[in-house]
């Protein structure tokens, strides 16, 4: 069993930054991409940014310049930074980690449970 674990999410006022991390846990090998992903009401979820386990990044362009993600292999953990926030980050934020080794077997789209980010005006 694969559990990810979210933490710093938050309120914050616009110009503010957070950092959100994200811990996979269980019988994991390896992870091939981990990555972030937002979704505000009324809208769709959406690729935020993601990372790839040689390091290879992947950035939504409202993010680009303001968001960097990492990751340490080592501990099966992802960041993001998030810095210049606007009010139109406002949205739960989830972690995403894709093709996880467990053993002999491979598995896509595990998912987090969600980190609220609030950016006020």
């Known amino acids: 069993q694969v559990q990810l674990a979210e933490s710093g999410g938050g309120l914050v006022q616009a110009g503010g930054s957070l950092r959100l991390s994200c811990a996979a846990s269980?019988?994991?090998?390896?992870?091939?991409?981990m990555g972030w992903y937002r979704q505000a009401p009324g809208k769709q979820r959406e690729l935020v940014a993601a990372i790839a386990s040689g390091g290879s990044t992947n950035y939504a362009d409202s993010v680009k310049g303001r968001f960097t993600i990492s990751r340490d292999n080592a501990k099966n953990t992802v960041y993001l930074q998030m810095n210049s926030l606007k009010p139109e980050d406002t949205a739960v934020y989830y972690c995403?980690?894709?093709?996880?080794?467990?053993?002999?077997?491979?598995?896509?789209?595990?998912w987090g449970q969600g980190t609220q980010v609030t950016v006020s005006s």
């Open positions: 269980g019988s994991i090998f390896s992870i091939h991409a």
């Open positions: 995403n980690a894709d093709k996880v080794v467990v053993g002999p077997v491979v598995i896509r789209d595990y």
